[in-house]
């Protein structure tokens, strides 16, 4: 049995290290893009970001004062778990608490907020069944800079990887500085509308800098990241070479009337961390 305090702890433990410390492949293409850089704002802003990283870690602090709507990616095996929700949902107001997490979450209407990065339907969890002997949770402190600028088109299928290639780099380019480039983005194609943009969401969670091991699906992540960097749009908005780091694609299988894409822009603090429990 995986015991809901284990969840709890873990929740708690995972998010003390999402939020202060990005991940080893963002910062390196952060850095790889500070040394390419030729625009003097770009360089600076670049510079001002890499500053703030190392900041973090050394006073063990959040990146962002955004730490994002609580989102757990949990992949459940074939293992015994005590009370999954609660556990998570203990572990999200307890890290709000000792890391801490600003208290973002609030009603939709009223916008009450609720201080405890809890509430109705929050913390959102999606649960993927897999054949292992194991539990493992995924944070994904998603800040709403970013968020908000996310979109989603049910495209024909006649619009095919063109209509894909355009929609996607419209979406990045109408954002311009708001998600606080240089982006990371996250395209889901197929499945149902919910389904593309969970997908896009998920695609986030892949190595800056690995590409899709479909051949034509990683051409593709190429091609848009290019033109996206040639909008130079740049670092915060305010000119560069470089406005994305990476494009990440995911797909599923749709119906043969549709051809769903999401899109979903992840800010330059690409933050998430993941464990392994096992009984």
């Given at each position: 049995?995986?015991?809901?305090?284990?969840?709890?702890?873990?929740?708690?433990?995972?998010?003390?290290?999402?939020?202060?410390?990005?991940?080893?492949?963002?910062?390196?293409?952060?850095?790889?893009?500070?040394?390419?850089?030729?625009?003097?704002?770009?360089?600076?802003?670049?510079?001002?970001?890499?500053?703030?990283?190392?900041?973090?870690?050394?006073?063990?602090?959040?990146?962002?004062?955004?730490?994002?709507?609580?989102?757990?990616?949990?992949?459940?095996?074939?293992?015994?778990?005590?009370?999954?929700?609660?556990?998570?949902?203990?572990?999200?107001?307890?890290?709000?608490?000792?890391?801490?997490?600003?208290?973002?979450?609030?009603?939709?209407?009223?916008?009450?907020?609720?201080?405890?990065?809890?509430?109705?339907?929050?913390?959102?969890?999606?649960?993927e069944?897999?054949?292992?002997?194991?539990?493992?949770?995924?944070?994904?402190?998603?800040?709403?800079?970013?968020?908000?600028?996310?979109?989603?088109?049910?495209?024909?299928?006649?619009?095919?990887?063109?209509?894909?290639?355009?929609?996607?780099?419209?979406?990045?380019?109408?954002?311009?500085?708001?998600?606080?480039?240089?982006?990371?983005?996250?395209?889901?194609?197929?499945?149902?509308?919910?389904?593309?943009?969970?997908?896009?969401?998920?695609?986030?969670?892949?190595?800056?800098?690995?590409r899709?091991?479909?051949?034509?699906i990683?051409?593709i992540?190429?091609?848009?990241l290019?033109?996206?960097?040639?909008?130079?749009?740049?670092p915060?908005?305010?000119?560069g070479?470089?406005?994305?780091?990476?494009?990440?694609?995911?797909?599923?299988?749709?119906?043969?009337?549709?051809?769903?894409i999401?899109?979903?822009?992840?800010?330059?603090?690409?933050?998430h961390?993941?464990?392994?429990?096992?009984?």
């Open positions: 049995m995986i015991n809901k305090k284990k969840i709890e702890n873990t929740i708690c433990d995972l998010y003390h290290d999402a939020v202060i410390n990005l991940p080893s492949d963002v910062k390196s293409a952060l850095q790889a893009a500070y040394k390419s850089e030729d625009s003097e704002l770009g360089l600076l802003n670049l510079k001002a970001i890499l500053d703030n990283i190392d900041a973090a870690e050394e006073m063990g602090v959040p990146l962002c004062q955004d730490t994002g709507l609580p989102i757990i990616f949990v992949k459940l095996g074939n293992v015994n778990v005590e009370n999954l929700y609660q556990g998570i949902k203990n572990g999200v107001e307890k890290a709000t608490k000792e890391v801490p997490l600003r208290p973002n979450v609030v009603h939709p209407f009223t916008r009450k907020n609720t201080g405890t990065n809890t509430g109705q339907g929050i913390p959102q969890i999606d649960i069944l897999i054949e292992e002997d194991y539990l493992e949770l995924t944070i994904f402190p998603k800040g709403f800079g970013s968020e908000n600028n996310n979109a989603l088109k049910m495209a024909l299928p006649g619009e095919g990887v063109e209509g894909v290639r355009e929609f996607v780099v419209e979406t990045v380019v109408k954002a311009q500085g708001k998600p606080c480039p240089p982006v990371i983005v996250g395209v889901g194609i197929g499945g149902s509308s919910d389904m593309a943009m969970k997908m896009a969401k998920k695609a986030l969670m892949g190595k800056v800098g690995e899709n091991p479909e051949v034509e990683a051409k992540e190429t091609d848009i290019e033109e996206i960097n040639q909008s130079g749009i740049g915060m908005g305010l000119g070479k470089t406005t994305a780091l990476d494009v990440k694609i995911l797909t599923a299988d749709t119906h043969t009337a549709g051809l769903p999401g899109v979903c822009i992840q800010c330059w603090a690409g933050r961390a993941s464990a392994i429990l096992r009984p």
